[in-house]
């Protein structure tokens, strides 16, 4: 099984700052890698597959990129509605998904 | 549009069966994958199962796996989670999902979920 690992676990930020989420898979995967917002209360939402492509109806301070066994969510100028647990998630060999990072407000 | 809505969740004792459901509307179901996932209370998602179109492919998790079977109804546009043996540390709430593959395999519409709760 491909163990995905995120940091960092939590993060504090401001509204207007930019944030960077890491994920590392253990072994390749290839690109076959999404990323997922949840806010409280509600179901995951998709924000970014294939690594670096953007969901339709995504905004574009969200963005991705990585490859390998490296990638990362990057997200400029935070907004109020971005404080939220983000998931990264491979689906190169059946499916797995990082423990989450919470992005709380400072 | 694009909705999955969960039902069958509810209070199970441990070594109780529950089946879960995930009715599908507002897209060609035929046509794509469906996946389950869940996620204990205050932790994070783990991925459950996937079932292809003509559910000739199905996969688990190796936590799952010899205790939930997954299977779909085409003609209903359903998918199911059967769940057997349950134990404590399956309460959870159950989400269903669609599996685009578009490049990659990705979830790209969740249902809202159902709460599963095993105790005693």
């Known amino acids: 099984d491909i163990q995905m690992t995120q940091s960092p676990s939590s993060l504090s930020a401001s509204v207007g700052d930019r944030v960077t989420i890491t994920c590392r898979a253990s072994r390749s995967v290839y690109s076959y890698l999404n990323w997922y917002q949840q806010r409280p209360g509600t179901a995951p939402k998709l924000l970014i597959y294939a690594a670096s492509n953007l969901q339709s109806g995504v905004p574009s301070r969200f963005s991705g990129s990585g490859s390998g066994t490296d990638y990362t969510l990057t997200i400029t100028s935070l907004q109020p509605e971005d404080f939220a647990t983000y998931f990264c998630q491979q689906s190169y060999s059946r499916r797995s998904f990082g423990q989450g990072t919470k992005v709380e407000i400072k | 549009q694009v909705q999955l809505v969960e039902s069958g969740g509810g209070l199970v004792k441990p070594g109780g069966s529950l089946r879960l459901t995930c009715a599908a509307s507002?897209?060609?179901?035929?046509?794509?994958?469906m996946t389950w996932i869940r996620q204990a209370p205050g932790k994070g998602l783990e991925w459950l199962s996937y079932i292809s179109t003509s559910e000739t492919t199905l996969s688990y998790a190796d936590s799952v796996k010899g205790r939930f079977t997954i299977s779909r109804d085409n003609a209903k546009n359903t998918v199911y989670l059967q769940m057997n043996s349950l134990r404590p540390e399956d309460t959870a709430v159950y989400y269903c999902?669609?599996?685009?593959?578009?490049?990659?395999?990705?979830?790209?519409?969740w249902g809202q979920g159902t709460l599963v709760t095993v105790s005693s």
């Open positions: 999902a669609r599996d685009r593959w578009a490049t990659v395999p990705n979830l790209d519409y």
């Open positions: 507002g897209f060609p179901f035929n046509d794509y994958y």
